[in-house]
C-alpha cells in the first residue's frame, strides 16, 4: 500500500500570509483529497482532485495535482487564525479504492 | 443532526478489560471504516466494511473485532485491552468508492486511555 508524506512537517505563519502544503505519493490514484483537523476533532473534508484534474478550488484553498510527479499541493491564501489546524492528504488504499491512506499530516499553526 | 457520531467520548480502563465503541452514521452511506491515529497523529486504515461486509482488515489483532449490525452501524470491540492500544479511533463513512474512495465524513473521535 501506499501513503502519503506531507512536506512540511510544521508550518508557522502570520495572519494574512499564504501556507503551502505539499504532498506526495508512491503509485498510481484515482483521486487525492485534502483533510483539516483541529484540535481533539475529527478530520473534516477539504478538497477532492481526480487524477485527470490539475488544479482545483474552493474559497480560498487551491489545490494542484502532478501525477507524473505524484504529488500535490494545497495552498491556503490569506491565513486566519481560524486555519491553525492539521492538515492531511489522502489517497486510495489500493487500486480497488477501498478505503483511504493518510500522510502524516502538516500542522499549521497562524498566529494573529 | 450530527452525520457520524461515536461515543463514548473518552474511554479509560485497565489493561486487560474488554471495551466496545459504538459508531453510527445518518447519511445513509455503504461504506464504514475504522481508523486509528497515535500520538504522532498518524492515522492507519483498520477495517473497511461495505454493505456490512468486511472489506478490509488491515493487520489488525484479532483482539480487535468489528461488528456492522446494519450499513448505518459498525461497532468496534477490543478484548484483552493493552498499553499500546492507546490511541484516538474514528469512525467514518462514505460513500460506495466509484473510481477512487469518495468524500469520507469522519466521527470526533474516541480517546482510548489504557492503564
Same mark, same amino acid.
Given at each position: 500500500s501506499q501513503q502519503g508524506e506531507e512536506d512540511p512537517q510544521a508550518l508557522s505563519i502570520q495572519e494574512g500570509e499564504n501556507a503551502t502544503m505539499n504532498c506526495s505519493y508512491k503509485t498510481s490514484i484515482n483521486n487525492l483529497q485534502w483533510y483539516r483537523q483541529n484540535s481533539g476533532r475529527g478530520l473534516v473534508h477539504l478538497i477532492l482532485i481526480r487524477s485527470n484534474e490539475r488544479e482545483k478550488h474552493s474559497g480560498r484553498l487551491r489545490v494542484t495535482l502532478d501525477t507524473s510527479k505524484k504529488s500535490s499541493s494545497l495552498l491556503i491564501t490569506a491565513s486566519r487564525a481560524a486555519d491553525t489546524a492539521s492538515y492531511f492528504c489522502a489517497t486510495d488504499f489500493n487500486q480497488a479504492g477501498t478505503a483511504l491512506i493518510f500522510g502524516k499530516g502538516t500542522t499549521l499553526s497562524v498566529s494573529s | 443532526d450530527t452525520a457520524v457520531s461515536q461515543t463514548p467520548k473518552y474511554l479509560v480502563t485497565q489493561m486487560g478489560n474488554d471495551k466496545s465503541i459504538k459508531c453510527e452514521q445518518n447519511l445513509g452511506h455503504d461504506t464504514m471504516y475504522w481508523y486509528k491515529q497515535d500520538s504522532k497523529k498518524f492515522l492507519k486504515i483498520m477495517f473497511s466494511y461495505n454493505n456490512k461486509e468486511?472489506?478490509? #482488515? *488491515?493487520?489488525?489483532? #484479532?483482539?480487535f473485532s468489528p461488528k456492522s449490525p446494519d450499513k448505518a452501524h459498525l461497532n468496534l470491540h477490543i478484548n484483552s485491552? *493493552?498499553?499500546?492500544?492507546?490511541a484516538v479511533y474514528f469512525c467514518a463513512s462514505s460513500r460506495f468508492p466509484v473510481q477512487g474512495v469518495a468524500e469520507a465524513f469522519f466521527g470526533q473521535g474516541t480517546r482510548l486511555t489504557v492503564v
Open positions: - | 468486511l472489506i478490509i #482488515n *488491515e493487520t489488525v489483532p #484479532n483482539r485491552l *493493552e498499553l499500546g492500544d492507546s
